[in-house]
Nanobody
Framework: QVQLLESGGGSVQAGGSLRLSCEAS????????VGWFRQAPGKERVFVAA??????HYADAVKGRFTIARETDTGTVHLQMSMLKPEDTAVYYC????????????????????WGQGTQVTVSS
């Protein structure tokens, strides 16, 4: 059983930056896929970014502003968020599964079988 723990959320003004981290414990596969999703109040949980066997995929809404990276030694996955906008406000969730996905399939949250509890990101204008 893989456990995921997010950290790094908080409040920031528009244009600012935050870095989220996702640490995995238990039977984590360092070669598996790790993704970030977000859920704004009253909306569905949507794909943000994923790292899968060295490939990185991003939602159009965050491309060029967010960067996902995995630490080689620890397997911790970070989401560096820059040029934040009020519409980035949401609870951000880390998710993982033991496999590979494409730019299209990584967006499907049904692939992911391990989820963190989420961390709140609030961007004020």
């Amino acid at each position: 059983q893989v456990q995921l723990l997010e950290s790094g959320g908080g409040s920031v003004q528009a244009g600012g930056s935050l870095r989220l981290s996702c640490e995995a414990s238990g039977r984590a596969n360092s070669r598996g896929t790790v993704g970030w999703f977000r859920q704004a109040p009253g909306k569905e949980r949507v794909f943000v970014a994923a790292t899968t066997r060295g490939y990185r995929h991003y939602a159009d809404a965050v491309k060029g502003r967010f960067t996902i990276a995995r630490e080689t030694d620890t397997g911790t996955v970070h989401l560096q968020m820059s040029m934040l906008k009020p519409e980035d406000t949401a609870v951000y969730y880390c998710a993982a599964f033991d496999g590979f996905c494409t730019a299209t399939s990584c967006r499907d949250r049904r692939l992911y079988n391990a989820w963190g509890q989420g961390t709140q990101v609030t961007v004020s204008s």
